[in-house]
Nanobody, 120 residues
């Protein structure tokens, strides 16, 4: 079973940027769809972005299109989420996820999460 470890969260003012990293250990991520989901206080978890590791194809939630960019380094078993033009509504715990079942929106593997707070 793959283990996913996130890093890079923190406090940033509105309009700022953060870069999240997710490193997988154990089974390779090269055959998986790896992504990010988030959960804000009092809300359900929601899909943010994902990348198919072997082909590099990506998908984004409408709320982050044009502001967030997901990328991968397959050799390092790592996925990144570059978040620009951050808004207070982006505040949430961000989870790295993985799916080996070709499902973009219902991952089976989850990391522990990293807090992102957008506030002045």
């Amino acid at each position: 079973q793959v283990q996913l470890v996130e890093s890079g969260g923190g406090l940033v003012p509105p309009g700022g940027s953060l870069r999240l990293s997710c490193v997988g250990s154990g089974p390779t991520l090269n055959t998986a769809i790896v992504g990010w989901s988030r959960q804000a206080p009092g809300k359900e978890r929601e899909f943010v972005a994902a990348v198919r590791m072997n082909f590099g194809t990506t998908r984004y939630a409408d709320s982050v299109k044009g502001r967030f960019t997901i990328s991968r380094d397959a050799a390092q078993n790592t996925v990144y989420l570059q978040m620009d033009s951050l808004k207070p509504e982006d505040t949430a715990v961000y989870y790295c996820t993985a799916s080996y079942r070709d499902n973009w929106y219902k991952p089976t593997e989850w990391g522990q999460g990293t807090q992102v707070t957008v506030s002045s």
